[in-house]
């Protein structure tokens, strides 16, 4: 069977994965890391309308910690990324969904100690700029980010 582009034509009962062409599993796996974020945006403005903006902040901390050390060791375990270097770092920035998927960016290893991530574009940032919002950006491209990495 020859590669899909998409599955815009008729419908196959033994439709796989598989079946798709790189291009569109690759617009597959943005899509789903885009949908990944909403659900925490989603989720988020949920809890500040029930418990306040405060709790919430605090919750969501908490939660992508633990969610950020489940992303690396699965997309790490999936590709078999292996070490604890700045390069296994890098390689883990570079797939996983909540920084591949969504940001922007470059990444320069510099040695086996240091290495450069430059974010070109953040929508989350965009957002908060948009909003006025130094509060945001403060907590998460200041504190949050830091202490996934």
Same mark, same amino acid.
């Given at each position: 069977?020859?590669?899909?582009?998409?599955?815009?034509?008729? &419908?196959?009962?033994? &439709?796989?994965?598989?079946?798709?062409?790189?291009?569109?599993?690759?617009?597959?796996?943005?899509?789903?890391?885009?949908?990944?974020?909403? %659900?925490?945006?989603?989720?988020?403005?949920? %809890?500040?309308?029930?418990?306040?903006?405060?709790?919430?902040?605090?919750?969501?901390?908490?939660?992508?910690?633990?969610?950020?050390?489940?992303?690396?060791?699965?997309?790490?375990?999936?590709?078999?990324?292996?070490?604890?270097?700045?390069?296994?770092? %890098?390689?883990?920035?570079?797939?996983?969904?909540?920084?591949?998927?969504?940001?922007? &960016?470059?990444?320069?290893?510099?040695?086996?100690?240091?290495?450069?991530?430059?974010?070109?574009?953040?929508?989350?940032?965009?957002?908060?700029?948009?909003?006025?919002?130094?509060?945001?950006?403060?907590?998460?491209?200041?504190?949050?980010?830091?202490? &996934?990495?």
């Amino acid at each position: 069977m020859a590669e899909l582009n998409d599955y815009s034509g008729p &419908f196959k009962a033994d &439709f796989k994965p598989q079946y798709l062409s790189k291009d569109a599993l690759t617009r597959m796996w943005e899509a789903a890391s885009f949908m990944y974020l909403k %659900m925490d945006q989603i989720w988020f403005q949920q %809890m500040v309308e029930r418990f306040g903006e405060e709790f919430a902040w605090e919750l969501s901390h908490k939660a992508w910690s633990k969610a950020a050390v489940a992303e690396s060791k699965r997309c790490a375990e999936a590709l078999n990324i292996r070490g604890t270097d700045v390069a296994a770092c %890098m390689k883990l920035f570079q797939v996983a969904p909540a920084w591949a998927g969504y940001l922007d &960016f470059d990444c320069e290893l510099i040695n086996n100690n240091h290495g450069i991530v430059t974010v070109n574009r953040c929508p989350a940032l965009d957002v908060f700029e948009k909003q006025n919002s130094e509060e945001r950006i403060k907590l998460v491209c200041q504190k949050l980010e830091l202490d &996934f990495m």
